[in-house]
């Protein structure tokens, strides 16, 4: 057995695909699931003689990532071509940034469990076009290509190896995603590709400052799948040193089924880029304006949102990280507390319950919503103001969602109104009371347990509409003074 | 400083050109040339000079974002030497 | 030798038109009975004569500026519907789906194409002998080049077969085959005009231009073709001059800088002296001259030929078989796919420059090749820069030669590259330049330059006019069968 302490080291580069409607270079439709080749114009096909033209909206969601990490933007950066030979790549080369990125240095915070959080800095972040796709089984000897993703914007996000394991990683990716659809910059949808993560591992003695030879694990779409494949390339390094073998650079693939990385088979040992900036197109430029212009578009990021719910409403962490888990809960709930002004906790208990379940069940997105959060603040105001209780609140609840109306409204109609009024409340006791002489006659002698039970029968009686607390206290009178 | 034909070939390789042995010769020889020509550029002083990549500033604004193509599919797929079922085919590769 | 008649000049078609004693249908029959009588000349790729007779019979005379004159394109424009071969095996069934901008604005304008133009293959090339579909014969002398890579273009207007044709010059592309046949070639300003659907050879050094008997003519061409263009970002939106207008102008005063690099060793004695005497026409008439110096000039081959070959280089690898153009018959995989489609479609030529071109960007090479030719790039434009702040315009011959013997060069591609060393560094500078017929040496024509500071092509045309008010060499016309 090895005496070796090993540390893993771990960089990501994450592309993600930036929300426009037209490509980086060309004025084709950036909308996924289109039939092959329907989004792809003589631009992006590379007939001869076209000529790429960048894409404003792209420069400016670029700007808005680099701000939101506290990175430098590049007054003036470059377009250069990565040259290399595929199918998917119609020009033969990538119009990408070298030498000059767009975004440089920058961090985020990433909580990575047990309270701890750590700082991953960024290397840049830079622009580039994305290929198109092969599709390997569907003809017979030959790979078929659609072009229509050839030419989207993406925004690559480079890491520095700063990363120790794979749970640190995926808890970067998750930061990084949630952050990207924070700023409205990436849809983030996995399944579609919007967000992809390409991972760099090494490991090295413990103690150790240089960096060991490392392999690429690229595309991999989900963030359990990212953990897994890193724990795996992990330990596969660790076996392979261990062994007295060296680790080969190279780029690997994660093997879903097989729960292992294998390598690449059709990547070249080396690429040799060529990388020379791009003649066709000018240096981009972005002029302060556009810095102070995106920077007061900037809003409230997750790290200042989570902090503001901990400290300034007294959420726990937990229902504060829900909370923040995006942009769009985040502002529902806020959304629901100025109508419910004080109830933090009320209202943090119903979006990450009766709401979130209803909108599982629904299969839903919270913008999806059929209740507003206005019509929402209306139901927990009636529980608030003791009109009803918790219990009837979440009928109330399932009413509204089926489109029943108001909150008020269904109260109304189903007169769900809880009974505050003693005179009611006492006649529903005597009632009960009349009825359970045993039961009375328990609790007078001394069972405190039988209260529960004639509590129970006073809510039957009322069809769960006594108010509780009121309830307490006027059966606690009224046996007493029998 | 004639190249080697490691290098030739290598050239060939990343530039997608199946080239027989004696054509690669000839053009090897060729390039010899042109290199030996080009070297005349290692004898500049430089220093001061930053490079000159576009000879006049370009003053064209960037692309405003918007879908300006329609589906051209059938007339680009009818350019293509071999195309089936909507996609453009190549020889099959493997990942 | 013959004379040109009023009808092989643009101004002179259009006066025959407003007058009535020509039609559009007359002037394209007389251009393709011109044309099918010089077959020999190999200057014409494709013609277009069903469709020219079409677009003439169509034709109201004074709906454009250049309304009902024919016109030739070089192959390498592309027009939609008819096929752009670029004098390329790799594109010789190539059809392309739209226009290029220089087309379609010439269209607009009215003129009526009758064909695309041989040329070098892929623009590589100073003799019109690189051309898949065989070398282009110069009018003046069948055993000759008519040089290149425009050769079909400047043959087609020295032929007297249309009064303009369009080229392209990346490194003397359209001015040398000018000054080999005796016509006007006009290089405008790098972005003065749209390379939009203009096939690219090397991105930051290409420039469409014109060929034609007059200054006069180029001037209205030019007019027709310049201007913003968003489908091109190096095209400048600069306002464009009254070139027309401005023609008069004169050179009373005009301080013309005579390049004493021009006139170098290489340059033939006889060449020399014909281009000074067209310079003395220029001083009666009021030009002062001056001797200049530009000590970088000879840096400007050995740039050249990293630079253009390096942009090259990657411009091609879109033509590997997939989506348009030449494919092998049955690749056994990717790589035969490639590297055969390439192999078989390309000429000589092309395989040597895109080889350079991948030397000089690979690794390790990219800082003492590429950047450094930036770099010297950067020394030669400071050149220009500053003669300019002593002239207006600078002069000497365009090429150092009459036109020489078909395949006198061919075996000694580098006897031919140094060649350009008057024309190439305009390119490397970006300036506008013109050759103008300045005489004739043995029988055969010699071309003066004169070069301008950016976006001076009123200059140009106004010093090339004057001259062509008080000589008659580009009145010139090859006699029959020379």
Redo the contacts between chains.
């Keep these: 057995m090895s005496q070796t302490q090993w540390q893993a080291v771990i960089g990501l580069e994450c592309h993600v695909q930036l929300l426009t409607r037209s490509k980086m270079f060309s004025g084709a439709s950036t909308a996924y699931g289109a039939d092959p080749n329907t989004h792809a114009c003589a631009v992006d096909v590379a007939l001869p003689g076209t000529l790429p033209v960048a894409n404003a909206e792209a420069i400016r969601l670029a700007v808005r990532f680099g701000l939101a990490v506290g990175a430098h933007i590049r007054p003036m950066s470059v377009f250069a071509r990565k040259n290399y030979f595929y199918p998917d790549l119609p020009k033969g080369y990538q119009i990408s940034q070298y030498e000059e990125p767009i975004v440089e240095g920058g961090s985020v915070r990433v909580a990575v469990g047990d309270g701890r959080s750590i700082t991953v800095a960024l290397t840049r972040a830079h622009l580039e076009e994305d290929a198109g796709k092969s599709v390997h089984d569907a003809f017979h000897g030959a790979t078929g290509i659609d072009l229509n993703r050839a030419g989207t914007p993406l925004l690559e996000i480079v890491s520095e190896p700063v990363m120790h394991s794979a749970a640190e990683a995926a808890a970067y990716m998750k930061t990084l995603h949630r952050l990207v659809r924070w700023l409205r910059i990436c849809d983030g949808n996995l399944q579609e590709g919007s967000f992809r993560c390409d991972a760099n591992v090494s490991i090295r003695p413990e103690g150790d400052s240089t960096l060991g030879t490392r392999t690429e694990i690229k595309n991999v779409n989900s963030f359990r799948f990212v953990e897994k494949a890193i724990e795996y390339e992990i330990e596969r390094q660790i076996r392979e040193l261990e062994a007295g073998r060296s680790i080969v650079q190279e780029t690997r693939l994660y093997d879903e089924a097989r729960q292992q990385t294998r390598p690449m088979r059709s990547k070249e040992s080396a690429h040799d880029y060529r990388y020379f900036p791009d003649p066709d197109l000018p240096p981009v430029v972005v002029p302060a304006e556009l810095q102070e212009a995106e920077r007061a578009l900037l809003p409230e990021l997750p790290d200042a949102r989570h902090a503001r719910y901990l400290e300034a409403l007294q959420l726990s962490a937990y229902d504060a990280g829900q909370l923040t888990g995006d942009r769009e809960t985040a502002d529902y709930f806020e959304a629901l507390l100025s109508g419910v002004p004080g109830q933090a906790k009320l209202c943090a208990n119903w979006v990450l319950g009766e709401v979130s379940a209803a909108l599982n069940a629904a299969q839903y997105d919270i913008v999806a919503c059929p209740i507003a959060p206005a019509q929402l603040a209306g139901l927990l105001g009636r529980i608030v103001d003791g009109s009803i209780s918790g219990k009837i609140a979440k009928d109330v609840f399932t009413a509204m969602w089926a489109g029943e109306g108001s909150a008020d409204a269904v109260i109304a109609a189903r007169g769900l109104g809880q009974i505050s009024d003693d005179s009611a409340l006492v006649a529903a006791i005597d009632g009960v009371l009349a009825a359970s002489p045993e039961q009375a006659g328990q609790f007078r002698a001394g069972d405190e347990k039988i209260f529960t039970w004639l509590v129970g029968q006073v809510m039957r009686a009322t069809r769960g509409k006594a108010n509780p607390s009121r309830l307490n206290q006027l059966l606690r009178e009224r046996l007493q003074s029998c | 400083m004639a190249l080697d034909s490691a290098t030739l070939v290598h050239l060939a390789r990343l530039a997608r050109l199946s080239l027989g042995a004696s054509e690669l010769e000839l053009l090897g020889a060729d390039l010899d040339r042109t290199l030996a020509m080009i070297d005349q550029l290692q004898q500049i002083d430089v220093n001061g000079l930053e490079p000159l990549a576009q000879p006049q500033a370009p003053d064209t604004g960037n692309r405003v974002d918007s879908v300006t193509e329609e589906d051209h599919s059938a007339q680009l797929l009818g350019l293509s030497p071999a195309a089936e079922g909507g996609y453009f085919l190549v020889p099959k590769v493997i990942e | 030798m013959s004379r040109i008649e009023a009808l092989d000049t643009v101004s002179g078609q259009l006066a025959a038109l407003a007058a009535g004693s020509a039609t559009a249908i007359a002037l394209v029959e007389r251009s393709l009975e011109r044309a099918a009588a010089l077959v020999e000349l190999n200057a014409l790729i494709t013609t277009t004569a069903d469709a020219a007779r079409a677009t003439a019979a169509r034709l109201t005379p004074g709906s454009g500026p250049l309304a009902g004159v024919p016109f030739a394109q070089k192959d ?3 027009t939609r519907g008819v096929r ?1 071969t ?1 004098g390329s095996r790799m ?1 010789a069934d ?5 226009d ?1 901008t220089v087309s379609e604005r010439l269209n607009a304008a009215g003129a009526v194409s009758i064909g695309k133009a041989n040329m070098d293959e892929f623009a590589m090339g100073s003799s019109n002998e690189n051309s898949f579909f065989g070398p282009v014969r110069n009018p003046w002398d069948r055993q000759r080049v008519p040089g290149g890579s425009s050769g079909g273009s400047a043959a087609l207007v020295a032929a007297g077969v249309v009064p303009f044709a369009t080229g392209s010059d990346t490194g003397g592309s359209v001015r040398q085959p000018a000054a080999l046949c005796g016509v006007v070639g006009l290089k405008p ?3 003065r005009v749209s ?6 050879y ?4 290409d420039q469409a231009g014109v060929l034609a008997h007059t200054a006069d003519d180029c001037a209205r061409v030019l007019a027709a073709i310049a201007g ?1 263009d ?9 306002p464009l001059d009254d070139y027309v207008g401005a023609l008069g102008s004169g050179v009373r005063g005009l301080r013309i800088g005579v390049v004493a690099e021009y006139f170098g060793a290489g340059v033939d004695p006889a060449v020399a002296q014909a281009v000074r005497g067209a310079l003395q026409v220029l001083e009666r008439e009021g030009a002062v001259l001056v001797d200049v110096r530009l000590p970088s000039l000879p ?1 400007s ?3 050249y ?2 630079l253009a070959p ?2 090259a ?2 411009n ?3 033509y ?8 092998c018959d049955a ?10 489609s ?2 078989e479609g ?1 000429g ?1 030529e092309v ?2 420059r ?3 071109g ?6 390790g090479y ?1 800082d ?12 030669i ?2 050149d220009y820069q500053r003669a300019f702040t002593e002239v207006d315009l600078l002069a000497g011959p365009t090429a150092p030669d009459v036109a020489f013997a078909l395949g006198e060069k061919a075996a000694d ?2 006897a031919m ?1 140094a060649a350009d060393v008057n024309t190439v560094a305009v ?5 506008p330049a013109i050759s103008v017929p300045a005489g004739f040496v043995t029988g055969l024509p010699v071309g003066l330059q004169l070069v301008g500071p ?1 976006f001076g092509e009123t200059r140009l045309l106004a010093a090339a006019h004057a001259l062509q008010l008080v000589s008659d060499w580009h009145l010139q016309a090859p006699g029959a069968a020379a």
């Design positions: 390498l424009f592309c752009t670029c594109l190539f059809i392309a789906p739209y290029a300003t790098y972005g390379r939009y659907g203009m096939v690219a090397a991105s930051s050094l913003a968003p489908r091109d970002a190096t095209c400048s939106t600069r840096l081959i050995p740039a030929y990293v390096a942009e280089s990657s091609l690898a879109r590997d078989g997939v989506r348009f153009g030449h494919r690749p056994t995989d990717l790589a035969d796919l490639y590297g055969r390439r192999a390309f000589t395989k040597r895109i080889l350079a991948t030397y000089v960007l690979s690794a990219y003492a090749y590429y950047r450094r030719a930036q770099r010297v790039r950067r020394l434009a400071n591609p580098l590259y390119n490397l500078a970006g300036l950016a």
